[in-house]
């Protein structure tokens, strides 16, 4: 569901304060670690919402959202080990 909000904001706005003054990156990059500390096969390149999870992270990285580059780590991270 978080993804679904996630790539329909993104749709409505290219606005960078959209996601970092309202914190809304930064909750929806705590819930991307929360979830992956309960499943860690989010992280791996053949979970099957992988391509969204990456494309999301991306946009987040891309307008500044800082610790959106701690989770693109991780990813690229999960990758590396397959």
Not at 34 to 59: C, F, K, N, W, Y
Not at 65 to 77: R, S, Y
Request: aromatic share 6%; hydrophobic share 45%.
């Amino acid at each position: 569901v978080l993804l679904d909000a996630a790539e329909a904001w993104n749709e409505r706005t290219q606005s960078a304060t959209f996601w970092t003054t309202t914190g809304i990156g930064r909750r929806i990059v705590d819930w991307f670690n929360m979830a992956t500390t309960e499943q860690p096969t989010l992280l791996g390149p053949s979970h099957p919402e992988r391509s969204r999870i990456d494309h999301v992270i991306g946009r987040l990285v891309s307008v500044g959202v800082a610790e959106a580059n701690e989770i693109e780590k991780k990813v690229e991270a999960a990758a590396s080990v397959v």
